[in-house]
């Protein structure tokens, strides 16, 4: 899942003092460490184009990245510190953001999350079908987007946002891929961090 991600970013700014960007990256963390430890070589993935329908990622092993049990340790370990740099109420909000990854992701991968370790791995398998997984994505992200600009003084830059990333999701269809894992790695990582530097331009002046 991509876009989709950002559905607890979106729906619970308005909850809480942390600013949009933050969460953007508390959702996406368990990605950027999973990015950062493929890049390193500790977690793998090969690219293997058609190995589900709408994704080329046959994730291998990321038991410190997207484990149940690790991602969970990870809401609780940036959840406290969400507490410490903002309140109680905007860590609850940062924890939530970055458990709801694995949850998510749970929808859309072939069983490859492993709910401990590298073991008993689960997915419902949703790649495999292109369109459902996009629309999933597609609703759940404007939905939350629509939550978000009930509080926001412009509307319209956040919906354009929200069209821009669904863009840049469809992209993947038809672009080519990156051609190695750690392309793939560092292209996301970028991903990742360009969208929070404009969500936290776009709520410094419209949020
Ligand atoms: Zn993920």
């Not at 291998?60 to 370990?77: E, I, K, N």
């Not at 109680?88 to 940062?94: A, E, F, Q, Y």
């Not at 003084?153 to 821009?164: E, K, N, T």
Request: proline share 6%; hydrophobic share 55%.
């Amino acid at each position: 899942m991509f876009v989709g991600h950002y559905t607890p970013s979106f729906g619970l700014a308005r909850s809480g003092p942390v600013p949009l960007w933050a969460l953007f990256l508390a959702a996406q963390f368990v990605d950027i460490l999973w990015a950062f430890l493929v890049t390193v070589g500790i977690e793998r993935v090969r690219l293997v184009p058609a190995f589900t329908a709408a994704s080329p990622l046959a994730l291998d092993y990321m038991p410190y990245s997207h484990s149940l049990t690790a991602t969970v340790a990870w809401a609780l370990l940036l959840g406290g510190l969400g507490s410490a740099i903002w309140d109680r109420r905007g860590g609850l909000v940062i924890g939530i953001c970055v458990a709801a990854h694995w949850f998510l992701d749970l929808l859309v991968h072939v069983p490859d999350l492993p709910l401990v370790g590298d073991r008993y791995k689960v997915g419902f398998g949703l790649w495999d079908h292109p369109a459902l997984s996009f629309l999933l994505e597609a609703a759940l992200l404007l939905l939350a987007v629509g939550v978000y600009v009930r509080g926001a003084r412009r509307a319209l830059p956040f919906w354009s946002f929200a069209l821009a990333m669904l863009a840049m999701q469809s992209s993947s269809f038809v672009l080519p891929l990156p051609e190695t894992p750690t392309a793939f790695a560092t292209m996301s990582m970028a991903n990742y961090i360009g969208l929070a530097a404009i969500a936290a331009f776009l709520e410094r002046r419209w949020g």
